[in-house]
């Protein structure tokens, strides 16, 4: 299990309105963003969170940083890049945006596991292939 805010990074106090947080041996650096158009979202190194009290919502901080890794290990750029082209492609084959974003092989997979909050121990590499 996480330890959800164990403790607080100095550097938030001088951004301000934003929000630290520290997972138990992995540090996670939310940023909170009231104007963002959805819950979260995972932008490597950091998450943006709608929200403050989604700090302490581990379901979702768990979904974000599973996107993190997919980042980290398809080189960040190309999971952008990826992410949009399988998005893009759902649509042509004439999914609306709601169920084009859900089968995202990315978000099938942080769906699929964000509520196992050890996922991130175990996961094999390049795990999201499975969801494609
Ligand atoms: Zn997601």
């Known amino acids: 299990m996480y330890n959800l805010l164990v403790g607080w990074l100095d550097f938030c106090d001088i951004l ?8 138990s041996g992995k540090p996670l650096i939310l ?7 959805v819950h979260g979202m995972a932008l490597f190194p950091f998450v943006l969170i709608k929200y403050k009290h989604y ?3 581990e379901r979702l901080l768990n979904h ?8 980290l290990e398809l080189g960040i750029i ?5 992410y949009l082209l399988e998005y893009a492609w ?9 169920e084009a974003y859900y089968n995202i092989s990315f978000e099938k997979e942080a769906y699929d596991r964000q509520y196992d909050l050890d996922y991130l121990l175990y996961r094999p ?3 999201f292939r499975k969801y494609l």
Do not use: T
């Open 16 to 23: 301000g309105d934003n929000i630290c947080s520290i997972l």
């Open 31 to 37: 940023i909170h963003v009231p104007f963002l158009w």
């Open 55 to 57: 700090a302490s919502n």
């Open 64 to 71: 974000e940083q599973i996107h993190l890794r997919q980042q």
């Open 78 to 82: 190309p999971f952008y890049i990826w």
């Open 90 to 98: 759902l649509r042509v084959k004439g999914m609306k945006h709601k």
């Open 125 to 127: 590499l390049w795990n």
